[in-house]
């Protein structure tokens, strides 16, 4: 999956906890994002980075915040998970074309379950 | 808001068929519209992409067809095969470093 490694790859928590996600790449893209997909809604963004320690909100950021400290990483967290977080979580990369669009790579996923 | 509108949800074609998945716009600031494959299990990949100055592009058995006009494009497989079953996800982007919208999918199963 072009050097993308998502983790963990499956966890279940509880509502209320705090859960980081983290998406480590060996391509040094520039640019990285987080999606989730979920059934009738496809795949909608949640935050994206276009480089190290900037980052910006995508369409379904309330509840989630996100930290790049590095190039290579790029960590999601849900400060307090609730049921409606529920979901299958991707990390994407880019950056090998002028525009961040030109190709996105994605992780395999992360599918977390909040109960 | 949907900003990119895709149907349909789902598709089932017979083996050697052609399927047929469409998708509308409403952005005229969109200029990059790829087609993204993807097997259960595995994260999207970009299947085919085209930009409006072209009305269409072939890649083997994969076709965009694009109506600038109508704010429409669409991905025809011709000869579909079982391999093709997946989920099909259309998207768009403006020029520059906006990151893409994604419609909601369609399914496809190709029954032999």
Same mark, same amino acid.
């Given at each position: 999956d072009a050097g993308i490694t998502q983790s963990p790859r499956h966890k279940v928590t509880e509502t209320g906890t705090p859960v980081t996600l983290r998406c480590h790449q060996t #391509? $040094?893209?520039r640019y990285m994002y987080w999606y989730r997909q979920d059934p009738g809604h496809g795949l909608r963004l949640i935050h994206y980075s276009y480089g190290v320690k900037d980052t910006d909100k995508g #369409?379904? %950021?309330?509840?989630y915040s996100v930290s790049r400290s590095k190039t290579e990483d790029f960590l999601l967290t849900l400060e307090s998970a609730t049921s409606s977080q529920t979901s299958v979580y991707f990390c994407a990369i880019s950056g090998t074309? !002028? !525009?961040? $669009?030109e190709k996105l790579f994605f992780g395999s996923g992360t599918q977390l379950s909040v109960l | 808001q949907q900003q990119v509108k895709q149907s349909p949800q789902s598709l089932i074609v017979q083996k050697g068929g052609i399927s047929i998945i469409n998708c509308a716009y409403e $952005?005229? !600031?969109?200029d990059y519209f790829p087609w993204y494959q993807q097997f259960p299990g595995k994260g999207p990949a970009l299947l085919i992409a085209i930009r409006p100055d072209v009305s269409e592009k072939k890649e083997g058995r994969f076709t965009i067809s694009f109506n600038k006009s109508a704010k429409q494009f669409s991905l025809h497989i011709m000869d %579909?095969?079982?391999?093709? %079953?997946a989920t099909y996800f259309c998207a768009a982007s403006p020029t520059g470093n906006t990151p893409l919208v994604f419609g909601k999918g369609t399914r496809l199963s190709v029954i032999a």
């Open positions: #391509e $040094n893209h #369409e379904v %950021s309330d509840g074309g !002028a !525009a961040t $669009n | $952005n005229t !600031a969109f %579909s095969q079982p391999g093709d %079953s």
